[in-house]
């Protein structure tokens, strides 16, 4: 299995935004010579803190489309998102994983307990966000819109993926996208578990925060859990979809998100010579 460190540099600095980076450059594990395209598919997370200088370098990245994976409610709990360009250049589409319905104080608590239990609650609650993003119910249709970007038959537009932190919701559709194109399942892994450098300056606020929450008030660990992103979650996120699916892109294609041809063609736009 070919494996390899992060590619160079894969965060770029957009000042007033974490968690920046290019999810480009791993080696496909099976074709010697190939690689991921890097400038196409970036992940960050919210843009709302953006300054002026972070916009400005936001546009030298020729960035087409903004998927926000964030509920509404998000959205509004933390304000618009101040403006990035000509919106004729860029197109923000909001993409919610989550419907309103799900926000309810006891879905709150469920989510809340499934991600201080480790890794396996963790698991469980990525196989919820893949469940929700690739729900026919869900009119947004988050996943299967941004695969079906990548897998245009014209050569696609970079694009940006982010909800809040850029971590849960941010780093399933990632690990798909990684996973479709060829990367092994550590490569996947250790591009996810670098959101830990990507959230580090937030980390102490977040544990503070969640540990005013009820179901955290009397267990430090698992608020501390709740910031992480350790590569034994998406390990184990990647081998409960095998186990269920037999393989990522039966998953894809059982979900309706991509047809076989769509997912060659993804391919055929995402994979290039080293």
Known sequence: MTTQTPPTEPFIDIPGVL???????????????????LGMVFRSGELTKITDDGTSSF?????????????????????????????????????????????SPEAIAIRNQNYGNGPEGFIQAYLSILASGSSPSNEARPFAR???????????????????AGKDRTGVICALILSL??????DVAREYNLTNIGLKPLHETIITSLMNN????????????????????????LG????????????????????????????QNLIVDV
Do not use: W
């Not at 509404?72 to 994983?97: F, H, T, Y």
């Not at 009397?218 to 992480?228: C, F, G, S």
């Open 19 to 37: 968690n920046f980076r290019d999810i480009g450059g791993y080696l496909i594990s099976h074709s010697p010579g190939k690689k991921v395209r």
């Open 59 to 103: 546009r030298k990245l020729d960035i087409k489309t903004i998927y926000d994976l964030r509920s509404l409610r998000d959205r509004n709990a933390r304000g618009p998102d101040p403006p990035l360009g000509d919106m004729k250049v860029i197109e923000k589409i909001s993409a919610p994983v989550f419907l309103e319905e799900d926000f």
């Open 146 to 164: 941004i695969l079906s970007h990548l897998a245009s038959d014209s050569p696609p537009t970079p694009l940006l993926i982010h909800c809040s």
């Open 181 to 186: 194109c060829g990367v092994s399942d550590e």
């Open 214 to 237: 009820e179901e955290f008030r009397m267990d430090a660990e698992a608020a501390q859990n709740m910031v992480l992103a350790e590569k034994e979650t998406m390990l184990g996120t």
């Open 240 to 267: 409960a979809i095998r186990d269920f699916y037999g393989s990522v892109e039966s998953c894809v294609t059982g979900l309706g998100l991509l047809s076989d041809d769509e997912i060659e063609k993804l391919r």
